[in-house]
């Protein structure tokens, strides 16, 4: 009795049962009993292609049988289950010739790759399977094409912050993700935000949540109603957005700003770590517990060190005192001449005519080629539109406080990143040697800061640049 291999494959297994591949098996096991043939084994590719090029481990496993000889011919549903490309059916072709092997289908029959009819038969059906896949993938590209210039949704996993179909809010994850947009623009860490996003609760918000998937999420242009094409924003979508358009840009604008201090590191449970420097090596000064575990601020060389507790309170004390002086507004200058209004205005006048070509190419009123070169020029407009938003906009951690009744105590009752942003944005903060001796009524084991020789300076012009 000859011996047989049964190779089931599909391609997308949307439920993850694997039902497909077992319906294949129970049919090519029916075949087998049919042709007289035992079964030597059974291998299966489930939910993966067999025209993308990815490892089969199923498929590599039963060629590695057939040159071993347990088996001489190979079952399964249709020839198309085997092989998607023509370059791969050759290499099998190759393989059959040299093992005596043969094919066998439950619905086009068998497959005799030792005699040349045979041959130009299975090559015939390869080259019109694989014909078949690259005009599918045609169709889908236009299709999708189409609905990304008409703004409609392309289906697909759903989007955090709507419901499945993908244009309707869900309410829960939409003010998430606006609580941590304000939270960026006014200073605060991602790490901070996403923990804080993360304890909504998963009955409430997608988890988990960490710093990176929250940049990516918040970088999305869906959040503010803008429909995105092969990473390009080329007009309006068709959903209500979760954001206005200048709050996202905004956003974009800090996330993606290359002077923006990111960092993994437990500094962030410190208020100056990577905020102050050193006076000498101009190096930012990191938290570390000496010998008698006191919390101090030092540079890598070792130039400086503070008592981290003092330095805190002297610093907090110094921008909580500004936030209270009555020319606050000040901070939040804006430079004249600023053409932000007018800029954002041109990228709207844009992504409209980019929205009536769209309408022109689905009325029929234009082609494909036509829509696409026309497009080409409005997109590089748009983008050096969005790119010059991009740098116009600040970043003012500031506007939350301003907005508070007492902008001294919002600042003191802030989370500690945020404290550390307005800081970093007001405060210029440097530590130089400390002098010798200690201060008169000084007792030995007591921290010692010496914040006479610790030098300040306020950033912003309107501010004043006094030393503080």
């Known amino acids: 009795m000859q011996r047989g291999?049964?190779?089931?494959?599909?391609?997308?297994?949307?439920?993850?049962?694997?039902?497909?591949v077992d319906r294949q098996e129970e049919d090519c096991r029916s075949l087998a009993s049919r042709l007289g043939l035992e079964v030597a084994g059974v291998f299966s590719d489930n939910d993966l292609s067999a025209y993308s090029g990815r490892r089969r481990p199923g498929y590599e496993a039963m060629c590695s049988d057939l040159r071993a000889h347990k088996g001489t011919v190979v079952l399964c549903w249709h020839t198309d289950r085997l092989h998607r490309r023509t370059a791969e059916l050759a290499t099998f072709i190759d393989m059959a010739k040299a093992t005596g092997t043969t094919v066998q289908t439950v619905t086009a029959g068998p497959l005799d790759l030792a005699s040349p009819s045979g041959l130009l038969t299975a090559r015939l059906v390869g080259a019109v399977a694989e014909h078949e896949i690259d005009h599918a993938r045609e169709r889908m590209a236009r299709a999708k094409s189409q609905a990304a210039q008409s703004g409609t949704w392309l289906g697909g996993r759903r989007p955090f912050g709507y419901e499945a179909d993908g244009v309707t809010i869900r309410p829960t994850e939409a003010d998430a993700l606006r609580t941590a947009a304000q939270g960026v623009l006014q200073g605060r860490s991602l790490r901070a935000l996403a923990a804080e996003m993360a304890l909504?609760?998963?009955?409430?918000?997608?988890?988990?949540?960490?710093a990176v998937a929250l940049r990516r999420l918040l970088l999305r242009p869906r959040n503010a109603g803008l429909m995105e094409h092969q990473r390009k924003v080329i007009g309006k979508a068709s959903w209500e957005p979760i954001l206005d358009e200048e709050t996202w840009t905004?956003?974009?604008?800090?996330?993606?700003?290359?002077?923006?201090?990111?960092?993994?590191?437990?500094?962030?449970?410190?208020?100056?770590?990577?905020?102050?420097?050193?006076?000498?090596?101009?190096?930012?000064?990191?938290?570390?517990?000496?010998?008698?575990?006191?919390?101090?601020?030092?540079?890598?060389?070792?130039?400086?060190?503070?008592?981290?507790?003092?330095l805190d309170r002297h610093v907090r004390a110094l921008v909580a005192d500004r936030l209270a002086q009555p020319d606050l507004a000040d901070l939040l200058y804006t430079p004249p001449g600023d053409t932000t209004a007018a800029t954002r205005a041109e990228a709207e006048q844009v992504r409209s005519r980019l929205a009536d070509l769209a309408d022109a190419y689905a009325r029929d009123a234009i082609s494909l080629d036509q829509m696409t070169r026309a497009s080409e020029g409005l997109r590089a407009r748009l983008s050096a539109l969005e790119e010059s938003l991009r740098r116009s906009i600040q970043h003012r951690p500031l506007e939350a406080l301003m907005a508070a009744p007492e902008p001294r105590t919002a600042f003191l009752a802030a989370p500690l990143d945020v404290q550390r942003a307005v800081m970093d944005l007001l405060l210029q903060i440097e530590v130089m040697p400390g002098r010798r001796g200690r201060p008169k009524g000084w007792q030995p084991g007591q921290p010692y800061a010496d914040l006479a020789s610790v030098r300040t300076s306020w950033r912003t012009a309107a501010a004043g640049s006094a030393a503080a």
């Not at 291999?5 to 497909?20: K, M």
């Not at 410190?270 to 102050?276: C, E, I, M, P």
């Open 250 to 310: 905004s956003v974009v604008a800090v996330l993606t700003d290359p002077s923006r201090k990111t960092t993994t590191t437990p500094d962030l449970r410190h208020l100056l770590s990577g905020v102050a420097t050193c006076a000498i090596c101009r190096e930012p000064l990191k938290a570390h517990r000496g010998s008698r575990r006191r919390l101090s601020y030092t540079c890598e060389g070792r130039h400086v060190a503070r008592d981290a507790s003092a």
């Open 200 to 210: 909504v609760g998963t009955s409430k918000v997608q988890a988990p949540v960490d």
């Open 5 to 20: 291999v049964i190779y089931v494959r599909i391609s997308r297994d949307r439920a993850g049962a694997g039902l497909g």
